[in-house]
């Protein structure tokens, strides 16, 4: 009994040392090696527990809660193959830069590589997906309580990007009521019990370095870049970029209101490309660019300075330009690089945009998926919040749509798999308390079916807009042969989404139209949770965005 008792200690101090470094959410699976872990979060006031029976989804949930929140979250796991679900997850935190912090259970040493029941090599399990792993001993007294907060401090005070991975072996028993033993192993603690910081705290690296030629490099001409960013930095980046009357390229994750939108159709136009030739100087806010046409000007833009601002470590420009990596987020940067007011230098960009306005209320007259991108802004909740799934989706409204300035938008873009789009989105809802609107295709939603119950919970009326377009659409962009298209590739689900729906308690509806839709949305952010299932003809969305890609460019 005193060794559970002592299981628990160590577990208590463990956690007690997340709530140091800005861990508010845990997120936690049920299982039994995990128990002390799971108690010990239970037990302390200062976090928030969510649980969900499904590890690969728990995983997605703390994703999206770190998303929205801006904070590390933990997810707590027990050993086996409950480690393994985690790896989509954190491969996508690693490429979008959230911070996790995985706690696994583990078996004790002489339990692995035995034969033992649900025993599995965990030590390195993450390899290069994780910043960095503690292997933790087996809980012993013989260990001061100062060694395991000494050595979880190094491990998460050097967290500046991804997810990190704690593995913690534990011996049987792993209940019992606490019997009071070992109080001295945690009081030798003392004071740091009653203080917020860590026990060891390491002083932040200096700031963001100033451009010694900015003076000079801001009369040029220039070109803006706007990737993955925050929405206020997406707001300050397009008014920066007015005022130094730069182009600004937008991606649909840059949420800066695309001043200059359509621009992942009409950057193909040969004046498009022939006025971006005069450009001096590219200014790049983040990456994870989705527009085919936008990655083509990364790549053939032949400037002799890109400057590429991102708070990720590492090489994120895939063009290897030559110029100034800068690791800081866009609002520091922007704050020691004040722009001055000029005129537009490339005015031609503005008249292709506004033509290729025209072209596209020329052509979505009928409904489908390519108008259901370029009017959703017509379905935004007020102070509400969209996530945009992979795939077609998000290629549509990057291509089609203008959404607003600021409206916070997210999605899963690091490695942009179709997996825990729904429990990512969750987690964002339950970060910020705000009405979600959720875009995703049927295939992506049948393979997180199991994170709708995750939404049971959510805390303000949540939309899940299901287009059903029979399948992985976004093949019929590619040169897939077309007698093995739906077989091996686009695979449409045989599924009755009104069931699944049922299933978890969801409210359903289904559309055909654009009014019903429109209606069924509306009606949606007035009750609870509501899946929509909009069904779409086929490859017809796919095939919109091709022939507008095509006319465009002879415009």
């Not at 989509?88 to 696994?104: D, F, H, I, M, N």
């Not at 006025?275 to 400037?303: E, H, K, W």
Request: aromatic content about 8%; glycine content about 8%; charged content about 15%.
């Amino acid at each position: 009994m005193s060794h559970a008792t002592f299981n628990r200690r160590w577990a208590t101090v463990l956690i007690e040392t997340l709530t140091r470094h800005d861990i508010r959410h845990v997120c936690i699976a049920p299982g039994s090696r995990s128990a002390p872990l799971a108690l010990a979060v239970a037990a302390n006031p200062k976090l928030v527990c969510h649980t969900h029976f499904d590890e690969r989804g728990l995983g997605f949930l703390a994703l999206g809660l770190a998303k929205s929140s801006g904070q590390r979250v933990a997810i707590v796991v027990t050993s086996g193959t409950a480690v393994a679900n985690l790896y989509p997850s954190l491969v996508e935190a690693r490429q979008g830069g959230e911070k996790l912090v995985a706690v696994t259970a583990d078996r004790p040493t002489e339990l692995i590589g035995c034969g033992a029941n649900q025993a599995i090599e965990q030590t390195g399990i993450f390899a290069s997906h994780v910043s960095a792993a503690l292997n933790l001993p087996r809980p012993t007294p013989d260990i001061p309580a100062r060694w395991l907060v000494s050595a979880l401090d190094m491990l998460l005070s050097g967290q500046s990007h991804g997810a990190v991975h704690i593995n913690c072996p534990f011996s049987e028993p792993l209940y019992g009521e606490d019997d009071g033993s070992y109080r001295a192993w945690v009081d030798e603690l003392g004071e740091w019990w009653h203080s917020p910081s860590p026990w060891i705290h390491y002083p932040a690296t200096p700031g963001v370095p100033q451009m010694p030629d900015w003076f000079f490099a801001r009369q040029q001409r220039g070109v803006v870049v706007a990737g993955r960013v925050s929405a206020a930095e997406g707001q300050q980046i397009a008014e920066w970029a007015g005022q130094l009357g730069w182009p600004l390229l937008s991606d649909v994750l840059s949420q800066t209101g695309q001043p200059l939108p359509y621009s992942a159709l009409w950057l193909g136009h040969p004046q498009a490309r022939q006025a971006l030739n005069d450009a001096q100087l590219v200014v790049q806010f983040g990456s994870s660019l989705t527009s085919r046409n936008l990655l083509q000007f990364q790549q053939q833009c032949q400037v002799t300075r890109w400057w590429l601002i991102d708070p990720a470590p590492g090489q994120r420009d895939p063009a290897f330009h030559r110029g100034i990596r800068v690791q800081a987020r866009a609002e520091a940067w922007l704050a020691c690089h004040p722009a001055v007011a000029h005129q537009s230098w490339c005015p031609q960009l503005a008249i292709l945009a506004d033509k290729t306005r025209r072209c596209l209320s020329r052509h979505l007259t009928s409904f489908g998926e390519a108008q259901l991108a370029a009017r959703l802004p017509e379905l935004l909740p007020e102070k509400g919040v969209l996530f945009i799934g992979n795939s077609l989706a998000i290629r549509l409204v990057d291509a089609l749509s203008r959404l607003p300035a600021g409206y916070p938008l997210y999605s899963n873009r690091g490695a942009s798999g179709i997996d825990g789009l729904i429990a990512t989105a969750a987690g964002v809802q339950r970060g910020l308390g705000q009405p979600l609107l959720l875009l995703l295709g049927d295939l992506s939603a049948l393979y997180d079916i199991n994170s709708l119950a995750l939404l049971q919970q959510a805390s303000a009326p949540v939309v899940v807009l299901l287009v059903n377009n029979q399948g992985g659409q976004i093949f019929s962009l590619l040169p897939t042969p077309e007698h093995q298209r739906e077989r091996l590739f686009t695979l449409p689900p045989k599924v009755d989404f009104s069931q699944a729906a049922a299933a978890f308690g969801l409210n359903y509806r289904r559309a055909e139209s654009w009014p019903a839709l429109s209606e069924a949305v509306r009606e949606g952010f007035t009750r609870g949770v509501t899946l929509i299932e909009a069904v779409c003809d086929g490859d017809a969305g796919a095939q919109s965005l091709a022939d507008l890609l095509s006319e465009v460019i002879t415009l």
